[in-house]
Protein backbone atom coordinates (compact mmCIF):
# COMPACT_ATOMS: atom_id res chain seq x y z
CA UNK A 1 0.00 0.00 0.00
CA UNK A 2 1.43 3.13 -1.02
CA UNK A 3 1.11 6.95 0.86
CA UNK A 4 -2.05 8.67 0.29
CA UNK A 5 -3.93 5.72 -0.66
CA UNK A 6 -7.37 4.46 1.28
CA UNK A 7 -7.12 0.60 0.89
CA UNK A 8 -10.12 -2.14 0.95
CA UNK A 9 -9.78 -5.79 0.18
CA UNK A 10 -10.42 -5.67 -3.50
CA UNK A 11 -9.18 -2.03 -4.64
CA UNK A 12 -6.95 0.82 -3.54
CA UNK A 13 -8.18 4.45 -4.23
CA UNK A 14 -6.00 7.22 -4.18
CA UNK A 15 -6.81 9.74 -1.26
CA UNK A 16 -7.32 13.60 -2.68
CA UNK A 17 -4.87 16.14 -2.21
CA UNK A 18 -5.63 19.38 -0.80
CA UNK A 19 -4.90 20.63 -4.26
CA UNK A 20 -7.12 18.03 -6.06
CA UNK A 21 -10.78 18.72 -3.95
CA UNK A 22 -11.63 20.51 -6.71
CA UNK A 23 -10.98 17.78 -8.98
CA UNK A 24 -14.22 15.21 -10.14
CA UNK A 25 -12.27 13.51 -12.76
CA UNK A 26 -14.13 13.84 -16.40
CA UNK A 27 -10.62 14.33 -17.41
CA UNK A 28 -10.24 10.55 -17.40
CA UNK A 29 -13.44 9.86 -19.67
CA UNK A 30 -11.31 9.84 -23.10
CA UNK A 31 -8.70 7.27 -21.28
CA UNK A 32 -11.80 5.48 -20.73
CA UNK A 33 -13.43 5.18 -24.00
CA UNK A 34 -9.71 4.76 -25.11
CA UNK A 35 -9.31 1.00 -23.34
CA UNK A 36 -12.75 -0.12 -23.90
CA UNK A 37 -12.25 0.60 -27.63
CA UNK A 38 -8.71 -0.57 -27.85
CA UNK A 39 -10.35 -4.25 -26.00
CA UNK A 40 -13.06 -4.42 -28.33
CA UNK A 41 -10.55 -3.87 -31.84
CA UNK A 42 -11.72 -2.21 -34.83
CA UNK A 43 -13.03 -3.24 -37.95
CA UNK A 44 -12.96 -1.69 -41.55
CA UNK A 45 -14.02 -2.91 -45.08
CA UNK A 46 -12.32 -2.03 -47.88
CA UNK A 47 -13.29 -2.79 -51.49
CA UNK A 48 -11.25 -2.87 -54.81
CA UNK A 49 -12.71 -2.35 -58.08
CA UNK A 50 -11.12 -1.55 -61.28
CA UNK A 51 -10.47 -3.69 -64.60
CA UNK A 52 -7.82 -6.62 -64.35
CA UNK A 53 -4.34 -5.95 -64.70
CA UNK A 54 -4.11 -3.09 -62.86
CA UNK A 55 -2.25 -3.90 -60.04
CA UNK A 56 -5.06 -3.78 -57.42
CA UNK A 57 -3.89 -7.03 -55.71
CA UNK A 58 -0.33 -5.98 -55.38
CA UNK A 59 -1.58 -2.54 -53.95
CA UNK A 60 -3.72 -4.21 -51.20
CA UNK A 61 -0.59 -6.56 -49.86
CA UNK A 62 1.86 -3.52 -49.90
CA UNK A 63 -0.36 -1.27 -48.03
CA UNK A 64 -1.03 -3.71 -45.37
CA UNK A 65 2.03 -5.63 -45.55
CA UNK A 66 0.47 -8.69 -45.88
CA UNK A 67 -0.31 -11.52 -48.82
CA UNK A 68 -4.12 -11.94 -48.86
CA UNK A 69 -3.96 -13.74 -52.42
CA UNK A 70 -1.45 -16.53 -52.18
CA UNK A 71 -3.68 -18.89 -53.02
CA UNK A 72 -5.52 -17.24 -55.80
CA UNK A 73 -5.70 -18.87 -59.26
CA UNK A 74 -5.06 -16.30 -62.05
CA UNK A 75 -7.50 -16.93 -64.81
CA UNK A 76 -6.21 -17.01 -68.61
CA UNK A 77 -7.54 -14.73 -71.47
CA UNK A 78 -10.14 -17.50 -72.78
CA UNK A 79 -11.37 -17.94 -69.40
CA UNK A 80 -12.04 -14.36 -68.88
CA UNK A 81 -13.78 -14.40 -71.72
CA UNK A 82 -17.17 -15.58 -70.42
CA UNK A 83 -16.41 -14.35 -66.75
CA UNK A 84 -19.07 -12.68 -64.88
CA UNK A 85 -18.21 -9.83 -62.00
CA UNK A 86 -17.53 -12.05 -58.86
CA UNK A 87 -17.38 -11.12 -55.06
CA UNK A 88 -14.43 -11.98 -53.02
CA UNK A 89 -14.15 -11.26 -49.76
CA UNK A 90 -10.98 -12.04 -48.10
CA UNK A 91 -10.63 -10.91 -43.61
CA UNK A 92 -7.40 -10.85 -41.92
CA UNK A 93 -6.50 -10.08 -38.47
CA UNK A 94 -4.00 -7.36 -37.85
CA UNK A 95 -2.50 -6.60 -34.62
CA UNK A 96 0.54 -3.75 -34.23
CA UNK A 97 1.19 -2.37 -30.89
CA UNK A 98 -1.81 -3.82 -28.95
CA UNK A 99 -4.12 -2.81 -31.61
CA UNK A 100 -6.01 -5.38 -33.51
CA UNK A 101 -7.99 -4.63 -36.68
CA UNK A 102 -10.49 -6.91 -38.52
CA UNK A 103 -9.33 -6.27 -42.29
CA UNK A 104 -12.00 -7.05 -44.73
CA UNK A 105 -10.80 -6.80 -48.49
CA UNK A 106 -13.79 -6.66 -51.07
CA UNK A 107 -12.38 -8.10 -54.64
CA UNK A 108 -14.52 -8.32 -58.04
CA UNK A 109 -12.58 -10.28 -60.53
CA UNK A 110 -14.17 -9.81 -63.80
CA UNK A 111 -15.12 -6.31 -63.60
CA UNK A 112 -15.01 -4.55 -66.97
CA UNK A 113 -13.43 -7.88 -68.22
CA UNK A 114 -15.74 -8.46 -71.10
CA UNK A 115 -16.16 -7.05 -74.30
CA UNK A 116 -19.17 -5.56 -73.98
CA UNK A 117 -19.72 -4.20 -70.66
CA UNK A 118 -23.03 -2.68 -71.29
CA UNK A 119 -25.09 -4.93 -69.23
CA UNK A 120 -24.04 -2.87 -66.00
CA UNK A 121 -21.04 -5.44 -64.89
CA UNK A 122 -20.81 -3.06 -61.74
CA UNK A 123 -24.70 -4.43 -60.73
CA UNK A 124 -23.29 -6.91 -58.60
CA UNK A 125 -20.87 -4.45 -56.76
CA UNK A 126 -24.34 -2.12 -55.76
CA UNK A 127 -26.31 -5.51 -54.66
CA UNK A 128 -23.32 -6.61 -52.25
CA UNK A 129 -22.94 -2.99 -50.94
CA UNK A 130 -26.81 -3.20 -50.29
CA UNK A 131 -26.69 -6.38 -49.23
CA UNK A 132 -24.39 -5.47 -46.28
CA UNK A 133 -26.89 -2.46 -45.56
CA UNK A 134 -30.08 -4.27 -45.40
CA UNK A 135 -27.84 -7.29 -43.01
CA UNK A 136 -26.94 -4.02 -40.74
CA UNK A 137 -30.28 -2.67 -40.62
CA UNK A 138 -32.22 -5.99 -40.18
CA UNK A 139 -29.30 -6.61 -36.74
CA UNK A 140 -30.17 -2.88 -35.91
CA UNK A 141 -33.80 -3.81 -35.90
CA UNK A 142 -33.84 -7.44 -34.16
CA UNK A 143 -34.07 -7.89 -30.21
CA UNK A 144 -30.58 -9.04 -29.77
CA UNK A 145 -28.62 -5.78 -30.35
CA UNK A 146 -25.13 -6.19 -28.49
CA UNK A 147 -22.67 -7.80 -31.07
CA UNK A 148 -24.10 -6.48 -34.22
CA UNK A 149 -20.76 -7.41 -37.23
CA UNK A 150 -20.58 -4.15 -39.12
CA UNK A 151 -19.99 -5.52 -42.54
CA UNK A 152 -21.01 -2.57 -44.63
CA UNK A 153 -18.53 -1.23 -46.70
CA UNK A 154 -16.51 2.22 -45.83
CA UNK A 155 -14.19 2.58 -48.88
CA UNK A 156 -14.27 1.43 -52.21
CA UNK A 157 -10.56 2.29 -54.11
CA UNK A 158 -11.48 2.43 -57.56
CA UNK A 159 -8.49 1.73 -60.27
CA UNK A 160 -8.60 3.61 -63.23
CA UNK A 161 -6.50 2.76 -65.97
CA UNK A 162 -2.97 4.80 -67.16
CA UNK A 163 -3.41 4.12 -70.79
CA UNK A 164 -6.55 6.14 -71.78
CA UNK A 165 -7.29 9.73 -71.89
CA UNK A 166 -9.44 10.07 -68.72
CA UNK A 167 -12.39 8.28 -67.20
CA UNK A 168 -13.52 5.73 -70.02
CA UNK A 169 -17.65 5.84 -70.28
CA UNK A 170 -17.70 2.52 -67.91
CA UNK A 171 -15.77 4.62 -65.03
CA UNK A 172 -18.52 7.17 -64.98
CA UNK A 173 -20.82 4.59 -65.21
CA UNK A 174 -19.87 2.77 -62.18
CA UNK A 175 -18.83 5.45 -60.20
CA UNK A 176 -22.11 7.11 -60.87
CA UNK A 177 -24.02 4.11 -59.59
CA UNK A 178 -21.97 3.84 -56.36
CA UNK A 179 -20.82 7.40 -55.26
CA UNK A 180 -24.61 7.74 -53.25
CA UNK A 181 -23.74 4.00 -51.40
CA UNK A 182 -20.25 4.27 -50.58
CA UNK A 183 -16.71 6.14 -50.11
CA UNK A 184 -15.38 6.36 -53.30
CA UNK A 185 -11.49 7.28 -53.32
CA UNK A 186 -9.98 7.62 -57.25
CA UNK A 187 -6.71 5.42 -57.90
CA UNK A 188 -4.83 6.13 -60.86
CA UNK A 189 -2.72 2.82 -61.31
CA UNK A 190 0.24 1.71 -62.31
CA UNK A 191 1.90 5.22 -61.99
CA UNK A 192 5.56 4.07 -63.08
CA UNK A 193 4.37 3.59 -66.67
CA UNK A 194 4.19 7.52 -66.74
CA UNK A 195 6.36 10.30 -67.13
CA UNK A 196 5.71 12.52 -64.09
CA UNK A 197 4.27 15.48 -66.41
CA UNK A 198 1.66 12.62 -67.60
CA UNK A 199 0.80 11.86 -64.20
CA UNK A 200 -0.16 16.02 -63.50
CA UNK A 201 -1.74 15.97 -66.68
CA UNK A 202 -4.12 12.44 -66.30
CA UNK A 203 -4.80 13.93 -62.60
CA UNK A 204 -6.28 16.92 -63.88
CA UNK A 205 -8.34 15.37 -67.21
CA UNK A 206 -9.82 13.04 -64.45
CA UNK A 207 -10.67 15.86 -61.70
CA UNK A 208 -12.53 17.61 -64.94
CA UNK A 209 -14.35 14.72 -65.72
CA UNK A 210 -15.19 13.79 -62.19
CA UNK A 211 -16.87 17.28 -61.95
CA UNK A 212 -18.17 17.43 -65.13
CA UNK A 213 -20.03 14.26 -64.78
CA UNK A 214 -21.41 15.12 -60.95
CA UNK A 215 -19.71 11.90 -59.35
CA UNK A 216 -19.39 12.67 -55.72
CA UNK A 217 -16.16 11.15 -54.39
CA UNK A 218 -15.23 10.83 -50.99
CA UNK A 219 -14.95 14.73 -49.81
CA UNK A 220 -12.38 15.27 -46.77
CA UNK A 221 -13.50 16.69 -44.31
CA UNK A 222 -12.67 20.48 -43.66
CA UNK A 223 -9.99 22.04 -41.05
CA UNK A 224 -10.99 23.32 -38.25
CA UNK A 225 -9.89 26.98 -37.50
CA UNK A 226 -8.36 26.12 -34.69
CA UNK A 227 -6.00 23.28 -36.61
CA UNK A 228 -2.53 24.11 -36.81
CA UNK A 229 -0.77 25.06 -39.79
CA UNK A 230 0.89 21.66 -40.58
CA UNK A 231 -2.08 19.80 -40.32
CA UNK A 232 -4.16 22.04 -42.92
CA UNK A 233 -1.17 21.67 -45.28
CA UNK A 234 -1.41 17.98 -44.84
CA UNK A 235 -5.38 17.82 -45.75
CA UNK A 236 -4.48 20.21 -48.86
CA UNK A 237 -1.92 17.88 -50.28
CA UNK A 238 -4.30 15.11 -50.05
CA UNK A 239 -6.96 17.11 -52.00
CA UNK A 240 -4.66 18.05 -54.69
CA UNK A 241 -3.43 14.37 -55.01
CA UNK A 242 -6.86 12.88 -55.95
CA UNK A 243 -6.52 10.57 -57.90
CA UNK A 244 -3.75 9.11 -55.96
CA UNK A 245 -1.12 7.70 -58.35
CA UNK A 246 0.34 4.46 -57.01
CA UNK A 247 2.53 1.93 -57.78
CA UNK A 248 2.49 -1.52 -55.54
CA UNK A 249 5.19 -4.33 -55.31
CA UNK A 250 6.16 -6.90 -53.03
CA UNK A 251 9.60 -7.21 -54.21
CA UNK A 252 12.25 -6.30 -52.20
CA UNK A 253 15.16 -4.99 -54.41
CA UNK A 254 18.39 -3.34 -53.80
CA UNK A 255 20.00 -0.53 -55.58
CA UNK A 256 23.25 1.69 -54.26
CA UNK A 257 23.18 -0.58 -51.02
CA UNK A 258 19.69 0.73 -50.30
CA UNK A 259 16.72 -2.14 -50.06
CA UNK A 260 13.36 -1.11 -50.70
CA UNK A 261 10.30 -2.32 -52.19
CA UNK A 262 9.88 -1.16 -55.80
CA UNK A 263 10.81 -2.53 -59.18
CA UNK A 264 14.10 -2.26 -61.32
CA UNK A 265 14.33 -1.08 -65.18
CA UNK A 266 16.72 -0.80 -67.14
CA UNK A 267 16.68 3.10 -66.63
CA UNK A 268 16.51 2.79 -62.87
CA UNK A 269 14.89 2.02 -60.20
CA UNK A 270 11.22 3.04 -58.43
CA UNK A 271 10.52 2.65 -54.63
CA UNK A 272 7.00 2.29 -53.57
CA UNK A 273 7.32 4.54 -50.71
CA UNK A 274 9.36 7.24 -52.50
CA UNK A 275 6.86 10.25 -52.24
CA UNK A 276 8.56 11.68 -55.66
CA UNK A 277 7.90 8.61 -57.41
CA UNK A 278 4.02 7.82 -56.29
CA UNK A 279 1.43 8.72 -53.91
CA UNK A 280 1.38 5.13 -52.33
CA UNK A 281 2.47 6.59 -48.80
CA UNK A 282 -0.09 9.56 -49.02
CA UNK A 283 -3.14 7.17 -49.62
CA UNK A 284 -1.79 4.46 -46.91
CA UNK A 285 -1.67 7.62 -44.67
CA UNK A 286 -5.16 8.63 -45.68
CA UNK A 287 -6.47 5.25 -45.33
CA UNK A 288 -4.88 4.39 -41.68
CA UNK A 289 -3.35 6.85 -39.92
CA UNK A 290 -5.64 10.15 -40.59
CA UNK A 291 -9.04 8.98 -42.02
CA UNK A 292 -9.55 5.51 -41.44
CA UNK A 293 -12.55 6.78 -38.64
CA UNK A 294 -14.13 9.44 -40.82
CA UNK A 295 -14.60 7.24 -43.66
CA UNK A 296 -16.58 4.76 -41.20
CA UNK A 297 -18.20 7.91 -39.84
CA UNK A 298 -19.63 8.92 -43.44
CA UNK A 299 -20.78 5.77 -43.89
CA UNK A 300 -22.86 5.34 -41.10
CA UNK A 301 -24.13 9.12 -40.99
CA UNK A 302 -24.29 9.23 -44.40
CA UNK A 303 -24.85 6.14 -47.19
CA UNK A 304 -25.80 4.41 -43.72
CA UNK A 305 -28.68 6.52 -42.97
CA UNK A 306 -29.90 7.51 -46.77
CA UNK A 307 -30.58 3.58 -47.22
CA UNK A 308 -32.34 3.38 -43.47
CA UNK A 309 -34.48 5.84 -44.37
CA UNK A 310 -35.81 4.74 -47.73
CA UNK A 311 -36.17 1.51 -45.97
CA UNK A 312 -38.37 3.10 -43.48
CA UNK A 313 -40.33 4.88 -46.38
CA UNK A 314 -40.68 1.77 -48.01
CA UNK A 315 -41.94 0.16 -45.32
CA UNK A 316 -44.36 2.94 -43.79
CA UNK A 317 -45.73 3.16 -47.95
CA UNK A 318 -46.94 -0.50 -47.72
CA UNK A 319 -48.44 0.14 -44.72
CA UNK A 320 -50.57 2.79 -45.72
CA UNK A 321 -51.21 0.56 -49.13
CA UNK A 322 -52.14 -2.41 -46.74
CA UNK A 323 -54.86 -0.26 -44.31
CA UNK A 324 -55.99 1.91 -47.84
CA UNK A 325 -56.93 -2.07 -49.10
CA UNK A 326 -58.44 -3.65 -46.20
CA UNK A 327 -60.20 -0.05 -46.37
CA UNK A 328 -61.63 -0.63 -49.46
CA UNK A 329 -62.06 -4.24 -49.02
CA UNK A 330 -64.42 -3.75 -45.80
CA UNK A 331 -66.91 -0.52 -47.56
CA UNK A 332 -67.33 -3.17 -50.36
CA UNK A 333 -68.62 -5.53 -48.33
CA UNK A 334 -70.49 -3.32 -46.64
CA UNK A 335 -72.05 -2.07 -49.52
CA UNK A 336 -73.05 -5.64 -50.74
CA UNK A 337 -74.70 -6.07 -47.53
CA UNK A 338 -76.46 -3.10 -47.99
CA UNK A 339 -75.23 -1.07 -45.32
CA UNK A 340 -75.07 2.52 -45.41
CA UNK A 341 -72.04 4.02 -47.51
CA UNK A 342 -68.65 3.55 -45.75
CA UNK A 343 -67.17 6.52 -44.27
CA UNK A 344 -64.36 7.35 -41.59
CA UNK A 345 -60.61 7.43 -42.10
CA UNK A 346 -58.50 4.54 -43.25
Known sequence: ISKGQLCSPHVCVPLLQDQDKEYVGFATLP?????????KGFTFTLMVAGESGLGKSTLINSLFLTDLYKDRKVPNAEERIGQTVDIVKHTIGIE????????TIIDTPGFGDAVNNTERCWKHIEDYIDQQFEQYFRDESGLNRRNIQDNRVHCCLYFISPFGHGLRPLDVECMSALHEKVNIIPVLAKADSLTQAEVRRKKMKIREEIKQFGINIYQFPDCDSD????????EQIL????????????????????????RMYPWGAVEVENPAHSDFLLLRNMLVRTHMQDLKDVTRETHYENYRAQCIQSMTRMVVQDRKRRWVERCGQLDLKGSPKCTGDI
Open 31 to 39: NQVHRKTVK
Open 96 to 103: EKGIKLRL
Open 227 to 234: EDEDYKLQ
Open 239 to 262: KDSIPFAVIGSNVQVESKGHKFRG
